[in-house]
């Protein structure tokens, strides 16, 4: 995007933190009226039925959705929604209101393609996301991305998780668990089998209480995984989240690992997750083994390293129904949707392909 190549120089001469919250903060004055967003739509929607998709019983209007950790706290998801995504996924939000780890805590890596961050699921919490949203009119398909809270011990999970859930699900489209981050001491923990399985149980038998009180079905639940996992990991996480009736799988969070990293200095930035490009490759495997696995039962959502049409394409050829992006957007700007689905559509046709539905998981055949 031209407007943007030429603000991006200028952004990236902030502290990414600040960067981010100008943009952001910009973003959301400039989109407030609904006649702004209107005009923002008509610039950056892609409109076409193969690129609709309709899974856990939500149709999204496209597959490209926003990734959680852009909204942290539900400020500026009606903003973001004009901007062509088929949905917005705010969060991480806790059950306790918590300020997140000391900053400086985001990093550029851009001769990686990359971002460091050690956020800490900085929230004002569930309570306050909760009355935000209760004031708002929700626009776009709206996740909730629900994370435990640093002060809750690990015993105490899932009640801290139902504390979340019971005040977010009434307006989520979907809920997403996140027990992948690597910047909340223990929580990688709850991907081990017996409390993963504890966890997405209350979970799911909360979310039907819920439904069953107002007459309605249960909200779909997802469970977002590291990058870090194993294969055999991957595959026992996908199995409980069939076992335990999730409504899909998010793969994947961001990775701790440092490996083949060419940005300078990065070894003095300190502890936390990277995403962006050095993530991409094993992003796209995690989906497609998971995708083996369930023998694509399990509806799964690409994230990492997705900056272009070419690597969404390879998501959705690996066996994703949806992708979301990231630090995409903090590189290529706010038209990334929009040019995402162009060349998808693109792609389609060159492959022969009708609809998105019928190119998830052809990468192998």
């Known amino acids: 995007m031209p407007l943007y190549d030429a603000i991006r120089p200028l952004l990236f001469t902030l502290p990414a933190e600040q960067a981010h919250h100008a943009?952001?903060?910009?973003?959301?004055?400039?989109?407030?009226?609904?006649?702004?967003?209107?005009?923002?739509?008509?610039?950056?929607?892609?409109?076409?039925?193969?690129?609709?998709?309709?899974?856990?019983?939500?149709?999204?209007?496209?597959?490209?959705?926003?990734?959680?950790?852009?909204d942290k706290s539900g400020a500026w998801f009606n903003a973001l929604g004009a901007l062509g995504f088929g949905a917005i996924e705010i969060g991480t939000v806790t059950a306790l209101a918590q300020p997140g780890n000391p900053q400086p805590r985001l990093f550029r890596l851009p001769a990686d393609q990359a971002l460091l961050n050690r956020m800490g699921f900085n929230n004002?919490?569930?309570?306050?996301?909760?009355?935000?949203?209760?004031?708002?009119?929700i626009e776009p398909v709206l996740g909730i991305n629900l994370g435990k809270s640093k002060a809750a011990p690990l015993e105490d999970a899932a009640a801290d998780y139902l504390r979340s859930l019971e005040l977010l699900e009434p307006f989520a489209a979907y809920l997403v668990v996140n027990v992948s981050s690597p910047n909340t001491?223990?929580?990688?923990?709850?991907?081990?089998?017996?409390?993963?399985?504890?966890?997405?149980?209350?979970?799911?038998?909360?979310?039907?209480?819920?439904?069953?009180?107002?007459?309605?079905?249960?909200?779909?639940i997802l469970l977002k995984i590291a990058p870090d996992l194993?294969?055999?990991?991957?595959?026992?996480?996908?199995?409980?989240?069939?076992?335990?009736?999730?409504?899909?799988?998010?793969?994947?969070?961001?990775?701790?690992?440092?490996?083949?990293?060419r940005t300078p200095g990065v070894d003095g930035m300190g502890a936390g997750g990277i995403s962006g490009a050095p993530v991409r490759r094993r992003a796209v495997e995690v989906v497609a083994h998971a995708y083996r696995t369930t023998g694509g039962r399990l509806p799964i959502v690409g994230v990492g390293g997705?900056?272009?049409?070419?690597?969404?394409?390879?998501?959705?050829?690996?066996?994703?129904?949806?992708?979301?992006?990231?630090?995409?957007?903090?590189?290529?700007?706010?038209?990334i949707a929009r040019d995402i689905n162009r060349g998808l559509l693109r792609r389609m046709a060159r492959d022969g392909f009708r609809s998105l539905d019928e190119a998830v998981g052809t990468a192998g055949r």
């Not at 892609?46 to 959680?68: C, D, K, T, Y």
């Not at 294969?231 to 990775?255: R, S, Y």
């Not at 992006?325 to 290529?332: A, K, M, N, P």
């Open 23 to 70: 943009g952001t903060t910009a973003l959301s004055t400039a989109l407030a009226l609904p006649p702004a967003r209107a005009a923002a739509r008509a610039l950056f929607d892609v409109r076409h039925p193969a690129l609709q998709v309709e899974r856990f019983g939500i149709r999204f209007p496209n597959p490209v959705g926003l990734a959680a950790g852009f």
């Open 306 to 335: 997705i900056f272009g049409p070419d690597d969404a394409w390879a998501m959705v050829r690996a066996g994703a129904s949806l992708v979301q992006v990231w630090t995409g957007f903090i590189y290529r700007g706010p038209g």
């Open 185 to 220: 001491p223990g929580l990688r923990q709850l991907q081990d089998a017996a409390p993963l399985r504890e966890l997405l149980r209350a979970l799911r038998t909360r979310a039907g209480e819920l439904a069953s009180a107002r007459g309605g079905a249960a909200k779909p």
């Open 124 to 137: 004002p919490g569930a309570e306050a996301v909760a009355a935000r949203l209760r004031r708002a009119r």
């Open 230 to 261: 194993t294969d055999p990991q991957v595959e026992e996480a996908a199995g409980i989240a069939v076992e335990e009736g999730m409504a899909g799988l998010i793969a994947t969070n961001t990775t701790v690992s440092r490996e083949g990293l």
